[in-house]
């Protein structure tokens, strides 16, 4: 069954501090792999997207990583502000059918106080 | 900032009524969504659209229907709102599947009392 997994579910952090958010998939074939913001009550805004033989990409003071053989991703946020306070979806999309369906993550809660 | 564009943004309505949620897109895209999302779950799809006068179900089931007569416009129509179906309704477009990013609106909160 393909599925996306993020962790954790919630992350408090401090203004000015770094943190990781995970992602791990079970979604096959692998086409590519988004992160998007999602701030509370407006919709979701891709940030990055990787494919297979991508292993970082960078926006900003976000970077992702992907390991395609461990099927894991991570989005690190570099000296947090609190502006960054919102969840972050993880999605991967399949290459196995014409329509290229998205397997989205429930999404890590991130609320960064002063 | 994409110019997806979902009114009414919160919609509270009593039971039975029929409910029309707009959704319009001014860039050209031929690809459009509508997303399911309830609070700490994730986005599920309910509607899609290749193009003008195409439809076509999406993974999670869904007494609602939509219409595709032009480009830029994708509304979502419940003929018969319930309870169960309060929840936030997104829309979305793209240029094409899976590479391009999908854009998305602010959505429609829809409670139904």
């Known amino acids: 069954k393909n599925q996306v997994e993020q962790s954790p579910q919630s992350l408090i952090i401090l203004e000015g501090k770094n943190c990781t958010l995970q992602?791990?998939?079970?979604?096959?074939?692998?086409?590519?792999l988004r992160w998007y913001k999602q701030d509370t009550g407006r919709g979701p805004v891709s940030l990055t997207i990787?494919?297979?033989?991508?292993n970082t990409k960078s926006n900003g003071r976000y970077t992702a990583t992907l390991d395609a053989d461990t099927k894991q991703s991570s989005l690190h946020i570099t000296a947090s502000q609190l502006s960054d306070s919102a969840s972050y979806i993880c999605?991967?999309?399949?290459?196995?059918?014409?329509?290229?369906?998205?397997?989205f993550g429930r999404g890590t809660q991130l609320t960064v106080w002063p | 900032e994409a110019d997806i564009y979902q009114t009414p943004r919160y919609l509270v309505i009593g039971t039975g009524k029929k409910i029309t949620l707009e959704c319009s897109q001014t860039?050209?895209?031929?690809?459009m969504y509508w997303y399911q999302q309830d609070p700490g779950m994730e986005l599920h799809l309910i509607h899609y659209?290749?193009?003008?006068?195409?439809?076509e179900k999406g993974d999670l089931s869904s007494e609602s229907t939509v219409s595709r007569i032009r480009t830029e416009h994708f509304p979502l129509t419940l003929e018969s709102a319930r309870p169960s179906h309060t929840s936030q309704y997104l829309c979305?477009?793209?240029?094409?599947?899976?590479?391009?990013?999908?854009?998305f609106g602010d959505g429609t909160r829809l409670s139904i009392l």
């Open positions: 979305a477009s793209s240029a094409t599947w899976g590479s391009q990013p999908q854009h």
């Open positions: 992602c791990n998939y079970t979604v096959s074939p692998f086409s590519n």
């Open positions: 990787m494919t297979f033989s991508e």
């Open positions: 999605v991967v999309t399949d290459r196995g059918s014409t329509l290229g369906r998205l397997y």
């Open positions: 860039m050209g895209h031929d690809k």
């Open positions: 659209s290749y193009g003008v006068n195409s439809t």
